[in-house]
């Protein structure tokens, strides 16, 4: 059977049936039509050329498969059937609109061609036929401007020039100024340029026209703005867009007819409230381009209340079907509605979690659908910044007041102006913070609106495309500022008298809409009571603990309040750094020629390391906090100029010669390899014994005081059973003697474990854990000893093995393997590592504690691998939190027959081997 490329619909019916109805087969604009038209929407009829067939079209070298000229004809014909109006028709013209539709919304990277169908002959039945020459040629120089500009390339801004001179000549401002006969002199200049530029008249077959526009949707694919957008959103699994071939509506026709572009809840509060944009005699681009301000969505209801009356029952019958906040725009023509496109509305971060929260109140979805439909992202956006008030004070917040626009996206901004996307990439890539200023944006600033901190617009409205794109990110952005008068020329703006040039720096309030005359201090934000509800239901819902990475009180505080439910890694050399007092005491240990003096500098470091672990355990009560012992080679805390050798000369009393001399000794060719972690401890001793004397008496201190202490003491680097056992002895010793000496005995409780973080640790496991009470795996140092890559050297060509081939790379790996676990490498050493340690010791507790703890797809490796917790930085626990729930919700919705699986990975926590055995014969079931 030969592929079919082609599904119609219109009255009521639509031929995509089954898989067929599938976002990677058709687009999202292309289910959507055929859903709404399926539910009875009232949907102009259409046609969908699939996916496949943009994919088929490439791998083709650019042309059209097969039999695809045949499926078109035919689907055109079916839509003159349904319309009762012919292609090209002298009286009654069947006029189409052209777009694209991707699997996932790319909002104005793809491109539109309206109005398809116009020629000279059928204008003038278009104008007999509506009785309205004005709205007839508005359609067809719109039409020929985007042909010509879309489909053949040609200068957009050269006509849009002549636009511009057309009105002053006239003496008008706006498009709809202009009269009928204004327009049809418009056209001809317009088909001039075309005849001028591409040496051929302008194409007047309607199939031909037709044919052009689906090559220029295809083509659009693979144009520079929709390349950036797919790499800056990550995008890499997509084959293409579809091509929807729609019949036209009006909105153009007079003050009876409008367009709009709105939301079915407000996508930057979560409100449940109509939310959106519309214009007045116009069609859709000129909402979502920006260049006329629109209305709210609200005033609709006074100008064409039978309309916005049909609009809100749609509304509440998208939301029904659909279960989730949608975007949607619309025609009016002739007071009559029309639905254009339904897709799932992008939202920002606080929005996300408050319509997901509503929408269970609501009894619309589960508690387990809306912690699904939460990313990482959007974890992160809940901690975007706002303008820090009080340090500024409101009077004078006021006076650096410049103006204000229409408030699309919240949060705030700050940074240097530049007027180009070009110059906001490469600030950017310097480490410059801008602010991108535009009369307003199109696709192609793609690139630098990604690399801005935040957007500042002169036109456009809340559903503008520097408005979509920017919420889409969760990026700050003011639009529609009309009181900014910008010049690309002299690069500079004026408003309100002042002149702001490039470079200067301003701040964005995308929360008011207010923009200001210098960089301010911005600060993060309270969480809102729907973030913690939601998080409160991943927890409810996740098996695995999840901890943070924290060295000192503050942190620890930050993170308990964020979710974490212990410490996972605390890096005890991180404090020798915290004061000069400390930093001196350290290099005077390691620069010591004797027993003696080294411990005595390390009788100096014992209360700061003794006072840091209680503020920790305080903050941590009744949490287990994993102390990991000295891990980084000697040299890194030696002095590394003459002013830091002659302080340590007039602490220690050496000549400044030796101390030199002995940092020369300590240098390494490859230090990562080198004397560190527990190497130092073999050599070094009395390091471990300050350090465990430290945590103990750190818990003896705080058990007298009421807080329960859970120490679990981590040797780091360990690579074979003897010697993590001769340490462990040592620990035991310094630890039991010291309890015993306090009278506490069996009221101070510890474990002593150790880190997986070289592969021979890994495939030694059984044998170590006979002696490690638990594991945690270093996945920053296993990543790095496992593929041989350096994590300090490796950007300087690991994006060449990340990066798409379409971008210039190799496609090696999917991820940066130091961001996302690489589960198929140094994964399969995680899994042998639980499994072999678990063979010898059942009840052995694992962790993580890499960076990889708080990226989402390796928490959720992780929790599938039967670990106990991970650990990630404060920040990144409410994202671990939320992979961690979704973890499972996932195994579940693939073996639906398997839930008892999830009572044997909770268990997992509390009796790992047992649990393990639980769990396989849960999925085996």
Not at 225 to 233: I, L, M, N, Q
Not at 236 to 245: F, I, K, M, S, Y
Not at 372 to 398: C, H, M, N, W
Request: glycine content about 8%; overall charge positive.
């Amino acid at each position: 059977m030969a592929t079919k490329h082609v599904y119609s619909y219109g009255a009521g019916k639509a031929e995509a049936k089954g898989k067929e109805l599938s976002k990677d087969f058709l687009g999202g604009k292309g289910i959507g039509l055929m859903e709404m038209t399926s539910i009875g929407l009232p949907v102009p009829a259409g046609f969908t050329v699939s996916i496949p067939t943009c994919a088929e079209y490439y791998a083709l070298g650019k042309k059209m498969p097969k039999g695809l000229d045949k499926e078109v004809a035919e689907a055109v014909k079916k839509l003159e059937k349904v319309t009762g109006k012919k292609l090209g028709d002298a009286n009654d013209p069947l006029l189409v609109s052209v777009r694209s539709g991707a699997a996932r919304s790319m909002p104005g990277m793809l491109e539109t061609i309206l109005n398809l169908g116009l020629n000279d002959i059928s204008v003038e039945g278009l104008a007999k036929k509506t009785g309205n020459a004005r709205f007839a040629y508005d359609s067809y120089r719109r039409f020929i401007q985007m042909y010509s500009t879309t489909a053949m390339g040609l200068s957009k801004e050269h006509m849009e020039d002549m636009l511009h001179k057309m009105k002053h000549d006239a003496g008008v401002k706006l498009d709809t100024e202009l009269t009928a006969e204004q327009l049809k002199t418009l056209c001809e200049q317009f088909k001039a340029f075309y005849a001028e530029k591409k040496g051929s008249p302008f194409p007047q077959d309607p199939m031909e026209q037709l044919w052009g526009a689906i090559a220029a949707v295809f083509g659009s694919w693979e144009a520079e703005k929709s390349v950036t957008y797919r790499r800056v959103e990550k995008i890499t699994d997509l084959l293409g867009t579809a091509v929807n071939v729609v019949q036209m509506v009006f909105g153009n026709k007079g003050d009876n007819s409008g367009t709009g572009v709105c939301f079915t809840r407000d996508p930057n509060s979560g409100a449940n409230e109509f939310y959106g944009d519309c214009l007045i005699n116009a069609q859709g681009e000129d909402v979502v381009a920006g260049i006329r301000t629109p209305m709210k969505l609200i005033e609709l209801e006074s100008k064409l209340p039978k309309a916005y009356k049909q609009l809100c029952q749609v509304r509440k019958t998208l939301e029904a079907y659909y279960k989730e906040m949608q975007d949607l725009e619309f025609t009016i023509e002739d007071e009559k509605l029309y639905m254009l496109q339904c897709r799932t509305g992008k939202r920002l971060p606080a929005a996300a979690f408050k319509i997901a929260v509503d929408m269970v109140k609501e009894k619309l979805i589960t508690k387990e659908q809306a912690v699904s439909r939460i990313t990482p992202e959007q974890i992160e956006g809940v901690f975007y910044p706002v303008i820090d008030v009080a340090t500024v004070g409101a009077p004078k917040l006021k006076e650096l007041s410049l103006g204000k626009g229409i408030d699309a996206v919240p949060g705030a901004a700050a940074g240097k102006v530049v007027f180009t996307a070009a110059l906001a990439e490469e600030l950017a890539a310097k480490g410059e913070k801008v602010i991108l200023v535009r009369k307003e944006t199109s696709p192609e600033d793609v690139g630098g609106m990604h690399a801005a901190q935040g957007i500042l617009t002169a036109t456009g409205g809340k559903t503008s495309h520097a408005a979509v794109v920017a919420r889409g990110w969760g990026k700050c952005c003011i639009v529609g500022a009309e009181s900014i008068n910008i010049d690309y020329n002299t690069k500079q703006f004026v408003v309100g008298g002042k002149t702001i040039k490039e470079g200067q720096e301003i701040t964005l309030n995308g929360t008011t809409g207010e923009f200001f005359s210098t960089s301010l201090p911005l600060k993060k934000p309270e969480q809102t009571e729907e973030f913690r509800t939601l998080l409160k239901w991943c927890d409810e819902i996740r098996a695995i603990k999840v901890r943070t990475n924290a060295d000192t009180p503050y942190d620890a505080k930050k993170a308990v309040e964020l979710g974490a439910e212990g410490i996972g890694l605390c890096r005890t050399e991180h404090m020798f750094f915290d004061t000069e007092e400390r930093r001196l005491a350290i290099q005077e240990m390691i620069v010591a020629e004797t027993l003696e003096a080294r411990k005595a500098a390390l009788a100096k470091l014992l209360p700061f390391q003794r006072a840091d672990f209680e503020g920790i355990f305080e903050a941590m009560n009744n949490k287990p906090v994993t102390i990991r012992l000295i891990d980084p080679p000697l040299h890194e805390f030696t002095p590394k100029d003459d002013a830091g050798f002659n302080k340590l000369s007039a602490v220690s009393g050496m000549p400044v010669d030796k101390i030199k001399h002995r940092c020369e000794q300590l240098h390494e060719s490859n230090p990562m390899l080198g004397h560190r972690g527990c190497r130092l401890c073999i050599t070094y001793p009395e390091i471990l014994d300050m350090q465990v004397t430290a945590i103990i008496e750190a818990a003896i201190n705080m058990t007298k005081k009421g807080v329960k202490v859970l120490p679990e003491i981590m040797i780091p680097l360990t690579i074979d059973k003897k010697e993590f056992k001769l340490l462990k002895a040592q620990t035991v010793g310094v630890a039991d003697a010291l309890i015993a000496k306090a009278g506490l005995k069996g009221k101070v409780k510890y474990m002593v474990g150790t880190m997986i973080e070289i592969p021979r640790a890994a495939l030694l496991a059984d044998q170590i854990a006979q002696d490690a009470e638990f594991f945690s795996c270093g996945t920053n140092d296993l990543t790095q000893m496992t593929l041989g890559l350096s994590r300090d050297d490796a950007g300087r060509f690991l994006p060449d093995y990340v990066k798409s081939e379409k971008d210039g790379g190799k496609a090696i790996f999917g991820d940066d393997p130091f961001q996302s676990l690489d589960q198929s490498g140094v994964g399969m050493l995680v899994k042998m590592a639980i499994e072999k340690g678990r063979s010898t010791r059942p009840d052995l507790k694992v962790g993580i504690c890499g960076e990889h703890g708080g990226e989402a797809k390796s928490v959720k490796f992780c929790a599938n691998a039967g670990m106990n917790y991970v650990s990630c930085s404060p920040y990144r626990v409410p994202i671990a939190r939320l992979a961690a729930a979704q973890a499972l919700i996932e195994a579940a919705a693939k073996k639906p027959a398997a839930k008892p699986a999830k009572k044997a990975v909770k268990a997992v926590a509390k009796k790992p081997a047992k649990a393990g055995k639980k769990l396989k014969a849960a999925k085996a079931r």
